[in-house]
């Protein structure tokens, strides 16, 4: 069975530094079987974080997103579906 887990915690929740953490050892886990999606030019990803899902949850805004980031919100899920589907 597979299985998806989405971390997009918001500030002050420690979640820059677990996805920093995952970010860095993305190639050691999908020698596992694990993929975590790291893309820093992806529409759901700023530089390690996945903030991008959390603020393009509907009616939720993350002012300190980059500008060229906050342009592709709309983008950011399905960008994820398609970088899962890729790699399945």
Known sequence: MEKLFLHNGFNKTGSTSLQGNLA?????????????????QAPFIQRWQHAQLAAAVPGRQLHWLLPRKR????QAFAALRDRIAQNA
């Open 24 to 40: 860095h050892n993305a190639a050691g886990l999908a020698k596992q079987g694990i993929l975590y999606p790291y893309d820093p």
């Open 71 to 74: 342009g592709t919100l709309e």
